[in-house]
């Protein structure tokens, strides 16, 4: 007799983060993440190595996912993955892993496109937020990725705008390497933000057309003018870090919120969700705050365990596709550079 529950277990692993989730429907059993400290070292992710760290993590997440949701291998009822986008080296071991699961199990196996579940990890059961509804204006900020999304479906997207060079959490991980801070910086720009004066140094906002996003200008303008700086005064950075990371922030989350308010004026749509790791900024969180007031938005943000990469979002999608039968095959292969499919 089939379960009426469905069990998905959910594999990411298309970057640094090894991860396993299991999910009966749409509420997480257990998402389990191992994150990969390697990379800290050279102030960027080696993909090299995470594919390696990826074959040595892969087994024991998915040991303990199973576990923690008490949930034996042969009560699941598929096996979803992340296809792409990402590093191909990374994707290879969910991918191959996912697909040898599913044939030995003999279940279906879905394939998830990454960027589509940072989406719609916004229907995670969750008790502490909302489910938006459709249509929605959707913006994934992350270490990998930055796009403004127009969700008409679950499976109906397209995309509005989207970076031309490097993602938001590149730039801030890239200025914060220039300031002498380690990897990932972000979160450290942040916290030191908060004490600085965000107007001390004006940088300069990049022009991009439409609703495209630009990074690497403003990383080269900062790395300039911490070098004309230092030149003048050694201890500069030292002197004035924290105005320094407030300036760099202040810029980030109004090359953002310009887009975002450009994207709310051009669609007519006041429902917007935020996600990737991103979204834990304080800048861009108060920001958002202030457009709900005045603005009459309605914004989204879903736990921060589901904003990052994870395994339970890849399974909310898991469990969306099984429901209308979405399965593929063992012919199936990842995809480094994968769109957010737009039927
Ligand atoms: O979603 P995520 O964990 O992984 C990727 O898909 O990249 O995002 C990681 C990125 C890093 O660039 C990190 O510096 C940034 O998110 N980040 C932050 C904050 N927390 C994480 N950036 C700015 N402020 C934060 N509080
Ligand atoms: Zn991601």
Not at 51 to 80: E, F, G, M, T
Not at 208 to 236: C, H, M, N, R
Not at 289 to 304: L, R, V
Request: charged fraction near 20%; charge should be neutral.
């Amino acid at each position: 007799m089939k379960n009426q529950n469905i069990y998905i277990l959910a594999i990411e692993s298309s970057c640094d983060d090894t991860s396993a989730a299991v999910m009966c429907n749409d509420s997480v059993l257990s998402n389990v993440v191992a994150t990969q400290k390697i990379h800290e070292e050279y102030g960027g992710v080696v993909p090299e190595l995470a594919s390696r760290a990826h074959q040595q993590h892969i087994v024991p997440v998915i040991h303990q996912a199973l576990a923690k949701a008490n949930i034996d291998k042969n009560q699941l009822s598929a096996i979803a993955f992340t296809r792409g986008p990402g590093l191909l080296g990374s994707l290879l071991v969910g991918t191959s892993f996912a697909k040898s699961l599913s044939l030995g199990l003999d279940i279906p196996l879905i394939e998830v496109n990454h960027m589509q579940a940072h989406i719609l990890a916004h229907f995670i059961k969750d008790e502490a937020s909302t489910k938006p509804e459709f249509p929605f204006l959707a913006m994934t900020i992350s270490g990998g990725h930055t796009q403004i999304v127009l969700v008409k479906d679950y499976f109906s997207m397209e995309i509005l705008g989207e970076t031309l060079d490097d993602a938001v959490g590149e730039a801030f991980d890239k200025t914060a390497k220039i300031i002498g801070l380690p990897y990932p910086g972000g979160p450290l720009v942040d916290a030191l933000a908060q004490k600085g004066n965000p107007k001390a140094f004006p940088f300069p906002i990049p022009k991009v057309k439409g609703l495209d996003f630009s990074f690497s200008g403003l990383k080269t303008s900062i790395l300039y003018f911490i070098q004309k700086q230092t030149a003048e005064q050694p201890d500069f950075v030292e002197q004035h870090k924290e105005d320094i990371c407030a300036s760099i922030q202040y810029t980030i989350v109004s090359i953002l919120m310009d887009k975002l308010k450009k994207a709310v004026k051009q669609t007519g749509i006041k429902r917007v969700a935020i996600g990737g790791g991103v979204s834990a900024n304080s800048g861009i969180r108060a920001a958002v705050q202030k457009a709900e007031k005045e603005k009459g938005w309605t914004t989204f943000i879903p736990k921060f365990e589901y904003c990052t990469d994870n395994a339970a979002m890849i399974g909310i999608v898991g469990f969306l596709k099984y429901r209308e039968g979405d399965f593929t095959d063992q012919s199936i292969s990842a995809k480094a550079r994968y769109n957010i499919p737009n039927p």
